[in-house]
Structures are given as C-alpha cells and as structure tokens.
C-alpha cells in the first residue's frame, strides 16, 4: 500500500516540474528575443569601432538564430567588405538580392565591389537594378555616372592604342580621367577601413560600404530604410471599396478569366480579405510555409503604404473538367519596384468557385 500512499505526491511534483519547464521556457524565449533585439545595434558599434572580427562573429550568431533576416545579412556583407573578404561579401550580397529583389542596397554594393575588381560592366548592370527596383536612389545614380566614366576612359585608352595621333580622343581622354580624379573624396585610399559610421553613404570611388539605413520591415526580415519622403503629421489611409464576393464559377474560359482580374483588382485594391479569398484550402504555398504565416506574410506586403497596381495581360486559358491552367503575363507597380513577368496559375473548382491551387513565376 506504500506505493499508493506516494503517487498524489508524485503527481503534483511532475506538475510543479512541467510549470517549471514551461516557465523556463518562456523565459528563455523572452531572453532570446530581446538578446536579438540587441544585436544588430551592438553589431554596428563593432563596426563603427573598427572591430571587424569581434563584429563578424556576433553577425554570424545573429545570421544563425534568424537566417531570413535581410539586416544581418547586409551587416555581414559590409563587414566581409570591410576585412578584405570580397568574394564572400559579393556571395552574401548575390543572394540578398536574389531573396529580396526589391531592395536596392545590395545591387549598390554589388557594384562598389565589382568596381573595386575592375569589372566595370558587372558594376554597371548591377547599379541599373538597383535604379531600377528605386528609381529615386540617388547614390546608385551618381555611382553609374561614375561607372560610366570609368568605362569610358577605358574606350578612350583603346581608341589612342589604335590611333595614338588622334587629339580629339586624347583631349576626351584627359578630361574624363580629371572628372574621376575630382570625384574621388581626398583623404580616403581604396581598400582603406572607413572611420565613419558604416550606414554613411559613400560614391564607388570611395570604395567604401554604400549607405544603408536597415529598418524592421513588413516581413520578418529586415529591410533597408526607403529614402525620406515629406513628413505628415498624421497619416490618413487610402479609403478602400467594400469587399466584394469572389465571381461564381461557370465552365468557360470567360469565367476563368474574369476571376483572374478579379483577382489582380483586390490585390491592387489591397483589399486583402478578399484577395486571399481567391486562394484554396490546399493552396501550394512557397517553400511549403505554413498556410497561415503565408497569409500574414502577404497581408504584410500588400499593406505596405503607398499605391499598388497589378494588371494581366496575354491571358491563356486552357480548362480540363474542374481544373484550369491559366499563363499570362503580370504587371507588378508599387512606390518602390516595377515588375513584368511570365506567371502560371492553377485554379480549382470548390463549392461552386474557381480557386487558385498553385502559382508559379514563369
């Protein structure tokens, strides 16, 4: 009978042991969210202080616990730059641009190193993506002139090897090596450590990291700060048409059809309630993300502040029973990118709707 006499003692002990776990476990979670809250402010002292090597490994934890985080990975990009690494900081940049093509900074840094290296028309392809996702970023336009010089002193040297008698080019020639000579800031060596803060901007000539000024953004990875736009005291939101119900589902091509714009009409609305209504239970989502952080990450870039356009064009439509495969052409326009692109849909029909199954670009 002893056994029995010891098992509510038992019994609540696990209980106190599983309120503890729970409560270390929520501690720890709070620990860890204000460590990494911490992080990237102290990650950029190191660097302001010139402690590259301290800041490289604290970048590296921080990549480590948030792998998606655009800030850190920019952060470690200025800091390979910085001790001399840049093949791995034009590796870290490549795929931040790859992952988050709207931000124009990694395109910009991207071109301060092919710059450095002397590839002159990697630099200049890589700038005109950077204008090209923000038209308004003023230091990849003075950079592109600067690259534009430079390739046109290296036309000017081949013209004069050709024909070293030709004093229109020799003219042409002196003039724009002086150009580059007075862009370039006095006092600042290539390859030299900067002692300004590393969010500074800087022109290719300088060779050191391009300005950048990360921020918290809609997705869980940070982005880079937009250039200011003129401050208002209060911030009134666009109004926005009622919600509308989704277009019933008919067996023709028309139908399809008149979904898919009704579609790109919520989406340029950002009236996200119904825009993510188009989409079905088993909806195929990126990456196979969980359905509802895939739905919170689309609320969170639709409702970016700003105006937003999509339009399709160039609609095909092929229907098979209750599937329809539709390819078309996208037309993407909002305050910071303008996009164009080859995209395929696949609706199902549920309940008496076409709904979209899987999306893919291309």
Known sequence: MRPNSLTPSLARLSAILISLVLSLSVASAQTNAQANAQALPEIQRLMKQ????????????????????????????????????????????????????????????????????????????????????????????????????????????????????????????SMIKELISTSSKPGVKPGAASTRPASEPVKIAAVEPAKVTPANPPDSPAKPVKPAEPAASVKIPEAKAPAEKAPEAGNGEADVVKVLQAWASAWSRKDVKTYLAYYASDFQTPNGMARKAWETERTQRIDKPGKLQVSVDDIKVAVAGDKATVRFRQHYTSSTLKTSASKTVVFVKSAGKWLIQQERVG
């Open 50 to 173: 010139g402690q590259m090597p301290q800041a490289l490994e604290k970048v590296d934890i921080y990549i480590s616990t948030k792998p998606k985080d655009a800030q850190g990975r920019f952060l470690k990009g200025l800091i390979l730059t910085e001790i001399g690494r840049p093949a791995e900081a034009i590796a870290v940049f490549t795929k931040l641009s790859e992952d988050f093509p709207e931000l124009p900074e990694p395109y910009n840094n991207l071109a301060v190193l092919y710059a450095q290296q002397k590839q002159y028309d990697k630099a200049r392809a890589a700038l005109e993506m950077a204008i090209r996702t923000h038209p308004s970023y003023s230091i990849a336009h003075e950079n592109l002139g600067d690259v534009y010089a430079k390739l046109a002193s290296q036309a000017y040297d081949k013209a004069l090897q050709l024909d070293s008698s030709n004093t229109a080019t020799q003219t042409k020639l």
